[in-house]
């Protein structure tokens, strides 16, 4: 089995910064892709950023400019920096991974890491 972990989620003021790591571990052969979501009190969970195994990034035009996704395959850790923060950006942040193990690909979830942006 895989597990993702969340870290890095606090209270910040507007305009600060924030930098979330995903941390997997278990029986992983590759990463394939790792993406960020967030979900905002009483709304959808909303697709944030897109890293692939190739290091190709894509980002939500919400945030675009402002967060930089990143990875360190070696450490199976992928990251989302978060920089002049908005009230708005105020959600439970979770990673995505689509991994390989040695039963083929599977993707996970990890539990989440609250980020709360004060104005």
């Known amino acids: 089995q895989v597990q993702l972990v969340e870290s890095g989620g606090g209270l910040v003021q507007a305009g600060g910064s924030l930098r979330l790591s995903c941390a997997a571990s278990?029986?992983?052969?590759?990463?394939?892709?790792m993406d960020w979501y967030r979900q905002a009190p009483g709304k959808q969970r909303e697709w944030v950023a897109i890293?692939?195994?190739?290091?190709?990034?894509i980002y939500a035009d919400s945030v675009k400019g402002r967060f930089t996704i990143s990875r360190d395959n070696a450490k199976n850790t992928g990251y989302l920096q978060l920089n002049s923060l908005k009230a708005e950006d105020t959600a439970v942040y979770y990673c995505?991974?689509?991994?390989?193990?040695?039963?083929?690909?599977?993707?996970?979830w990890g539990q989440g890491t609250q980020v709360t942006v004060s104005s």
């Open positions: 995505y991974a689509v991994v390989r193990d040695w039963g083929g690909f599977s993707n996970y």
């Open positions: 278990g029986r992983i052969l590759s990463i394939n892709r």
């Open positions: 890293i692939t195994s190739g290091g190709n990034t």
